[in-house]
């Protein structure tokens, strides 16, 4: 099946600092999502990016599917932002194959 | 209100008890899935369900049983718990609209198995 990758694995920021989290994976995919776990546990959809750009408010989204990738960018990032980021695809079949995420926390 | 809610929040039982964790949800998707996190990993799916008659195996279905009720109730069964099974359980519903395709999620059950 698909394989998701994540990196960093952690990512400790200072407030107000910029940062950008990287998904590969190794097969064509029709979904891409971002999510966002807060500290209490709760999973918060991001972006729906299975290509191109999108942006709301200090985060954006890029998919390059020809090359497998997906970025996410924060700016400015406050200490709401801490928490763990999923990326999630979805090639073609019934279902989403999770990576392990990205842990940030940002420092005030 | 939320759309997506789970009971118990928090459970603790003991290794060879039945336990059932519920999800109900108000969005009216016909999609839901049953998924676990354990510490420092991303999701794994258990069982998913395209509509009360259509219920799918997942990754990870072993020693775990579901019910779809209703489309707007979905369980998921540990009949004879264990250790290993201590985790977070999420359900979730998933709705394709217009050009979107998102997932919702409940707020999870913290399950311990002593």
């Known amino acids: 099946g698909i394989q998701v990758e994540q990196s960093p694995p952690d990512l400790i920021l200072q407030e107000g600092a910029n940062s950008t989290l990287r998904c590969n994976f190794s097969d064509s995919v029709n979904n891409l999502q971002w999510f966002h776990q807060n500290p209490w546990g709760q999973l918060i959809n991001l972006f729906y990016?299975?290509?191109g750009t999108k942006q709301n408010g200090r985060l954006s989204a890029t998919t390059v599917a020809t090359e497998r990738y997906s970025l996410l960018y924060i700016s400015s990032s406050q200490t709401t932002d801490s928490g763990v980021y999923f990326c999630?695809?979805?090639?073609?079949?019934?279902?989403?194959?999770f990576g392990p995420g990205t842990r940030l926390s940002v420092l005030p | 209100d939320a759309d997506v809610t789970q009971t118990p929040r928090n459970r603790i039982t003991k290794t060879g008890k039945r336990i059932m964790l519920e999800c109900s949800q108000t969005k009216g998707h016909d999609r839901m899935y049953w998924y676990r996190q354990d510490p420092g990993l991303g999701l794994r799916l258990i069982y998913y369900?395209?509509?009360?008659?259509?219920?799918n195996k997942g990754e990870i279905s072993d020693g775990y049983s579901v019910s779809r009720q209703a489309q707007a109730k979905f369980s998921l069964s540990l009949e004879s718990a264990i250790p290993n099974q201590t985790a977070l359980y999420f359900c979730a519903t998933r709705h394709r609209f217009g050009g979107t395709d998102t997932q919702y999620f409940g707020p999870g059950t913290r399950l311990t198995v002593l």
């Open positions: 369900s395209f509509d009360v008659k259509d219920i």
């Open positions: 999630a695809v979805d090639n073609y079949g019934q279902n989403f194959v």
């Open positions: 990016i299975p290509s």
